[in-house]
């Protein structure tokens, strides 16, 4: 089992950028791929972006490649994970719930159906 929790979300206004992040811990955190899902009102989760085990292989949505950055930091010695999302630029339909999620492969996928872990999810608005 991994346990996740987000933060860093709020509002923000258009062109601005928010940071997000979310703990991942328990089951060998550091061996899963990672990603970024959002959810916006009336619509379907989508991808953000995601990486994989290591860091080296990195996947983002088309709406918003250039704008965001993801990454990870794996403390093996306290079994955690922290993974990051960098956003610039931010617009209105940027606003959305997003959602760190964790898969048991050392690989990533724009699947969202192959990511088995997931937390509670943070706000994110852009006011215009």
């Known amino acids: 089992q991994i346990q996740i929790v987000e933060s860093g979300g709020g509002m923000v206004q258009a062109g601005g950028s928010l940071r997000l992040s979310c703990a991942a811990s328990?089951?060998?955190?550091?061996?899963?791929?990672m990603a970024w899902f959002r959810q916006a009102p009336g619509k379907e989760r989508e991808l953000v972006a995601a990486?994989?085990?290591?860091?080296?292989?990195?996947?983002?949505?088309?709406s918003v490649n250039g704008r965001c950055t993801i990454s990870r930091d794996d403390d093996r010695d306290m079994a955690k994970t922290t993974l990051h999302l960098q956003m610039h630029d931010l617009k209105p339909e940027d606003t959305a719930v997003y959602y760190c999620?964790?898969?048991?492969?050392?690989?990533?996928?724009?699947?969202?159906?192959?990511?088995?872990?997931w937390g509670q999810g943070t706000q994110v608005t852009v006011y215009p």
């Open positions: 999620e964790a898969k048991d492969s050392l690989f990533l996928s724009r699947d969202g159906a192959t990511y088995e872990y």
């Open positions: 328990g089951r060998n955190a550091w061996t899963d791929a």
């Open positions: 990486i994989d085990y290591k860091g080296g292989d990195t996947a983002y949505a088309d």
